[in-house]
């Protein structure tokens, strides 16, 4: 068992805590495939009544997948290939068990959580944050897409604010969170102790498990105030509401505003690649479910790692931090449809199952 990843039974509660602190909870290889199989058992087990996902060390809950270290491996003697392969199905089929748990799922997300960090919360039940939450997909800007299910769940999103986040990979707060539909409710960082120790002491026996989390839930409920998404919504769904980047780049022109011309400006260092093959991923998400989207998703990480954007994108923005990255293609209109059709094509004998 990986010291990286706690796992441990208090009374009818599984509990789960990410233990990288250092490395922000990122989560690795060894970590999924430690959690996955217990995840199984407890989902089996008819004494386990819900299960808590959490982060240690106060900073994050996940600040998503360890992109930097399959980056590190593409072209080694290590096979980077065979590392993106196993890291991607055994991510994908870990947020699939979630999404499939059957139990209640409660995630305590206190601080960052990033990527791969929305993967191990959103397809669970629950997602309790704090004032200390600073949620993103940000995968734009090192060259990859908002995976782990970001192509089914940010088109779900009221109007366009799922697009503004997977194309600029914005950082929302609490109140974003919950206006946003990805929290379900607000809690105090410093009272997230107290609320595993109501769930541990929960009457499991008063009733379905799913109305005695949501009683617990609700004690401990506070209002986070007001979102700063929600009043810009209107602009959001005017500028992003387009098929095509260069015609939301376009809107963003005509708005004018602040808002307007600094998100312009974002959208303008991400990665030409990325933000079209981003925009086709959710444009496609509106009509298809979840294990679609998955099989999609993992077709886009092995051919979106295997481009040199993703290790321009890793060494700009987490390894020499200059985020100055040169991106080939460089602009957007030199990216084609073809190019982005290509991204999606299938793979030879290695598409997605949920068993991976």
Request: charged share 20%.
């Amino acid at each position: 068992m990986s010291d990286d990843v706690l796992l441990e039974m208090r009374g009818a509660v599984g509990v789960v805590t990410l233990n990288r602190p250092k490395a922000l909870n990122a989560l690795d290889l060894g970590m999924c495939r430690a959690l996955h199989p217990r995840l199984d058992v407890w989902a089996a087990d008819p004494a386990v009544k819900a299960v808590v996902i959490r982060g240690a060390g106060g900073r994050a809950f996940c600040a998503g997948g360890d992109v930097r270290a399959v980056a590190a491996s593409v072209g080694t003697a290590t096979g980077g290939e065979r590392l993106s392969r196993e890291f991607f199905r055994a991510e994908y089929a870990l947020n699939h068990r979630i999404h499939h748990f059957g139990k209640p799922f409660i995630a305590l997300v206190d601080g960052i959580c990033m990527g791969g960090g929305l993967g191990l919360s959103i397809h669970g039940a629950y997602r309790v944050v704090t004032e200390k939450l600073v949620l993103a997909m940000p995968e734009t800007a090192i060259g990859l897409f908002p995976d782990v299910g970001g192509g089914w769940f940010l088109p779900r999103f009221p109007g366009e604010s799922g697009t503004y986040l997977g194309l600029t990979g914005a950082r929302v707060s609490a109140a974003d969170a919950l206006w946003l539909g990805y929290a379900t409710h607000h809690v105090e960082s410093a009272r997230l102790d107290a609320v595993l120790e109501a769930l541990v002491g929960a009457e499991w026996g008063s009733g379905p498990a799913s109305a005695v989390v949501e009683r617990v839930l609700a004690g401990f409920h506070a209002d986070p105030g007001t979102s700063a998404l929600a009043v810009q919504h209107a602009g959001i769904d005017r500028c992003f509401a387009a098929e095509r980047v260069d015609d939301i780049l376009q809107a963003l022109e005509m708005e004018g505003t602040p808002w307007a011309q600094e998100t312009w400006a974002t959208l303008m260092r991400m990665c030409p690649m990325s933000l079209k093959v981003t925009l086709h991923q959710l444009r496609m998400g509106r009509t298809r479910d979840y294990d679609e989207m998955v099989r999609v998703e993992y077709r886009l990480s092995q051919s979106m790692t295997a481009r040199a954007d993703f290790r321009e994108g890793i060494r700009a923005v987490l390894v020499d931090k200059d985020n100055k990255p040169r991106w080939q293609p460089a602009t957007l209109s030199e990216v084609s449809d073809v190019d982005v059709e290509a991204c999606f094509a299938p793979l030879a004998g290695d598409d997605w199952t949920p068993r991976a």
